[in-house]
């Protein structure tokens, strides 16, 4: 699997960014997309992660504002960050879970990684 991301930016704060991701390859099943994120300094964060039956996750810091979509048959999600502030400031990477298809069942855990895609919000 590949990840491709799309987005981000330069904004001021109040504003808003869309951050798009793709995933692309044969024979898998995606189990579960989203972003982390990663602020100098500081360590790797869950920002929004959506499973293929729907649920979605939120970072507390990003409840009410940020709003994850998945599209299952097209493998991509988007994440839509609305009332960014200077603290979402941080280097966004798309991830994503899946398994190798075998007929109708899908087996293992794996793990990707995009490119990150910078966010900066000024205040």
């Known amino acids: 699997v590949q990840l491709q991301a799309s987005g981000g930016g330069v904004v001021q704060a109040g504003g808003f960014l869309r951050l798009s991701c793709a995933a692309s390859g044969s024979g898998v099943r995606i189990y579960a997309i989203g972003w982390y994120r990663q602020a100098p300094g500081k360590q790797r964060e869950l920002v929004a992660v959506?499973?293929?039956?729907?649920?979605?996750n939120y970072a507390d810091s990003v409840k009410g504002r940020f709003t994850i979509s998945r599209d299952n048959a097209k493998n991509t999600a988007s994440l839509q960050m609305n009332s960014l502030k200077p603290e979402d400031t941080a280097v966004y990477y798309c991830?994503?879970?899946?398994?190798?298809?075998?007929?109708?069942?899908?087996?293992?855990?794996?793990?990707?990684w995009g490119q990150g895609t910078l966010v900066t919000v000024s205040s």
């Open positions: 991830n994503t879970h899946y398994g190798i298809r075998k007929g109708w069942e899908a087996y293992g855990d794996y793990e990707e």
């Open positions: 959506a499973s293929s039956g729907g649920s979605t």
